[in-house]
């Protein structure tokens, strides 16, 4: 089988693509960057271009979609112009050359209470996405929390060197190569559903912090506490609007940084086999291993 990966130079995709060939899958890879990708077809080209989507699907059996604009900042019509415009392009491309399976990395940001314009464009290629089960594509769509391999946990642990203040915040978290296999999985084992996929189960967000930094102890603060960065976000907006620039902060990505994050996770274990881990053992243990 003839795997395309879009994104499969980036955080995710770089843990994905071992696994793929592993598993004896030919894998190809679009990147708008000329790269090496060892064991790799590359084809260059971007995503939001019809015609590179159109390259880079044709003589393919499944795709697994990872790419997206990144930060989280930007505007919605350059999220529109690229992840959403480019996900539409894909999947007019696989239903016009007859691929089997398309399987969509989306986020658990779609769910997030206060709508950004991440969020806002992930929605919309679930939308695009779903609306092609009508037409007889298989294409699961992976749902995963956020996702932390020790890179991700050492920048983290950076902050707990502030006053944090998330009080009693619940939230679910990612581990990278589990997410990895599900979307591998997903190939085969996938159906026409979202799958939320994600540790064991919730963390509140002070223990989360506390082990990160142990045996140095942490501010933890209640919640009521990050209004302060909620109401600095707006003239913080319109300062670097004002200068044509994109805001570090928005108020709705502050609020959201607060927010529960709860996912049902029981049809991707199900369905997936996806491999549930401890969060907070998962950080004792690369804590032990001197990862982080």
């Not at 790269?35 to 939001?48: D, K, L, M, R, S």
């Not at 529109?80 to 007859?98: W, Y």
């Not at 939320?196 to 967000?205: I, L, T, Y």
Request: aromatic residues 6%; proline residues 7%; hydrophobic residues 40%.
């Amino acid at each position: 089988m003839v795997v395309l990966v879009t994104g499969g130079t980036g955080f995710l995709g770089r843990e994905l693509i071992p696994i793929l060939l592993e598993r004896g899958y030919s894998v190809r890879v679009l990147s708008r960057q000329r790269v090496n990708v060892p064991g790799c077809e590359v084809v260059q080209g971007n995503f939001a271009d019809p015609e590179d989507a159109r390259r880079a699907v044709e003589g393919v059996d499944a795709v697994v979609h990872l790419a997206k604009l990144k930060g989280h900042n930007r505007p919605y019509k350059e999220h529109h112009r690229v992840t959403v415009k480019g996900t539409e392009n894909l999947i007019k491309a696989v239903l016009e050359e007859g691929v089997r399976v398309f399987v969509h990395a989306s986020s658990a940001a779609v769910k997030l209470p206060h709508e950004t314009p991440y969020s806002k464009a992930k929605k919309e290629c679930e939308r695009i996405v779903m609306s092609a089960w009508e037409q007889g594509l298989k294409a699961p769509v992976i749902r995963p929390a956020l996702v932390y391999d020790a890179s991700v946990l050492r920048r983290i642990k950076r902050l707990t060197w502030l006053p944090i203040p998330c009080g009693s915040q619940v939230l679910h978290l990612s581990w990278k190569h589990s997410v990895a296999e599900a979307l591998a999985n997903a190939l085969e084992k996938g159906k026409n559903k979202v799958y939320e996929v994600g540790d064991k189960s919730p963390v509140r967000a002070r223990d989360f912090y506390r082990e990160l930094a142990r045996p140095r102890p942490v501010l933890v603060l209640p919640r009521a506490f990050s209004w302060p960065l909620v109401l600095t976000g707006y003239p913080a907006q319109a300062a670097w609007k004002a200068a044509g620039r994109n805001p570090p902060i928005t108020p709705a990505f502050a609020r959201n940084l607060f927010a529960d994050r709860l996912l049902e996770t029981r049809e991707g274990v199900r369905d997936l086999g996806y491999k549930q881990v401890d969060t907070l053992e998962k950080v004792r243990e690369l804590k032990r291993e001197g990862d982080i």
